[in-house]
């Protein structure tokens, strides 16, 4: 029998797989923090104040995290296509009537509704590429995921920035309205793809080989057994599992600080024009690609996540704190949010590295759940503290060191927990 080349066959597998992730990751992101361009326009029009904002961009991650763990575990059983695509679907639908809201209730509900129509995406996108990658090649393929992430914020900032300051008064709508319209509607049509062309596991698709099928299926059986599979309700009393989520909490008051609040933080530095908003938060976007790929890489190459995953923390907590020595200094402002940038967005695709490797089965689909789903309330924290605070003070500044300080302390929990999983559960000679 000839031998399987697992490069062509790992290729083979992302072009199929990766792109269309990719996408729907990206409009996943773009629907759930367009807001923070909306609110350029949305706050004088319907008369919110920041607290209010904050309030509505953050209680998305309420509903989020009250369907989360269901949701993956729904997943798990009737598969990722079917799953993937209601979710999609119906987050496209209620995205898009956000524009029909008037008042601080009617946001608060319709952001509520969002988070319970997106639960379970993310996760559910990381549960099912494990399904396809051995850990070996599963950092790589989620580093290019994740690209996903970070593109959505220089592409969408420079969409939404022309969107505000082009379309406001066409048909009647306004640009903030037609920001959330035209970016709510692709996600539709993906959804509907998805359903049609997405495959549920490794022997339902036609362009493997069955001999490509058999290794697949025989790698990735061989790696679970090393795994842990377990209750799911043992996960809530796992040590182990609440420090992942304290970190993975971390990352998220960056990752949100930023997506929600980057352009009133621009437009606070003295920039007014809308569409040079978009564009200098285009730019912290394009530099967080080209960190993220670069840390994927050098990881992957030295087989290294933990002084990676730890260096990224501290580059995001740098930028945090620069963002407050430079924010009414524009250039030296958008130069301290590129470097919060590139630490914040390296962190996930290499932090997933960590729970996929410990378990398998039903209990990887709920702790990756589990883990996100908590440690995404930090979503709903972050966006309502800035805003909390803004109103209060009337500065950024204060936020803007907590956030700093969370992500410090993510870094020295990276430290802490890859020391003990090195000590206790590492072959010798590996790295975690």
């Not at 049609?196 to 080989?209: E, P, T």
């Not at 920039?271 to 992957?300: D, E, H, Q, R, W």
Request: hydrophobic share 55%.
């Amino acid at each position: 029998m000839q031998p399987i080349d697992e490069t062509q066959l790992f290729r083979k597998i992302s072009v199929r797989i990766l792109p269309v992730l990719m996408l729907a990751f990206f409009f996943s992101y773009v629907n759930r923090v367009n807001i923070g361009f909306a609110k350029l326009q949305m706050a004088t029009d319907l008369h919110f104040s920041d607290a209010v904002y904050g309030l509505g961009a953050g209680i998305f991650f309420v509903g989020y995290f009250l369907l989360e763990v269901p949701s993956n575990i729904i997943l798990h059983r009737v598969g990722a296509r079917r799953w993937i695509s209601r979710i999609m679907l119906s987050w496209g639908l209620l995205s898009c009537a956000t524009i029909f809201v008037r008042t601080p209730m009617e946001f608060y509900v319709m952001r509520l509704l969002l988070g319970l129509a997106e639960a379970g995406f993310i996760p559910g996108a990381i549960y099912y590429m494990s399904q396809w990658y051995p850990a070996a090649r599963r950092s790589r393929a989620w580093g290019v995921f994740y690209i996903a992430l970070a593109s959505s914020g220089m592409v969408g900032s420079l969409v939404s920035g022309s969107i505000l300051h082009f379309m406001s008064g066409v048909g009647g709508l306004r640009g903030w309205q037609w920001l959330i319209l035209c970016e709510g509607i692709p996600t539709l049509l993906l959804g509907v793809y998805i359903f049609f062309r997405m495959h549920d596991n490794i022997a339902g698709v036609s362009w493997l080989s069955d001999a490509e099928k058999r290794h697949l299926q025989t790698v990735l059986a061989n790696e679970n057994r090393d795994k842990i599979e377990t209750g799911i309700g043992s996960l809530l009393f796992s040590g182990r599992i609440w420090t992942l989520i304290a970190i993975y909490f971390a990352f998220t008051m960056g990752l949100y600080a930023i997506s929600f609040w980057m352009p009133t933080l621009v437009q606070r530095m003295g920039i007014s024009n809308t569409l040079l908003i978009g564009a200098l938060t285009a730019i912290p976007g394009a530099c967080a690609i080209v960190c993220m790929v670069a840390m994927g890489y050098s990881a992957g190459r030295h087989n290294d996540r933990r002084w990676h995953l730890t260096a990224a923390y501290v580059m995001a907590a740098v930028g945090f704190a620069l963002c407050v020595l430079w924010q009414r200094q524009p250039w030296l402002g958008v130069f301290a949010l590129c470097i919060a940038n590139m630490g914040v967005f390296s962190i996930p695709a290499l932090f997933w590295g960590l729970p996929t490797a410990m378990l398998t089965g039903v209990a990887a689909a709920a702790g990756i759940a589990m883990i996100n789903a908590i440690a995404n309330l930090a979503g709903f924290v972050a966006p309502y503290l800035i805003g909390y605070l803004n109103t209060v003070t009337g500065r950024t500044d204060v936020a803007l060191i907590v956030v700093g300080a969370c992500l410090a302390i993510g870094a020295l929990l990276v430290v802490l927990i890859t020391r003990e999983r090195r000590q206790t559960a590492q072959p010798v000679g590996s790295r975690a």
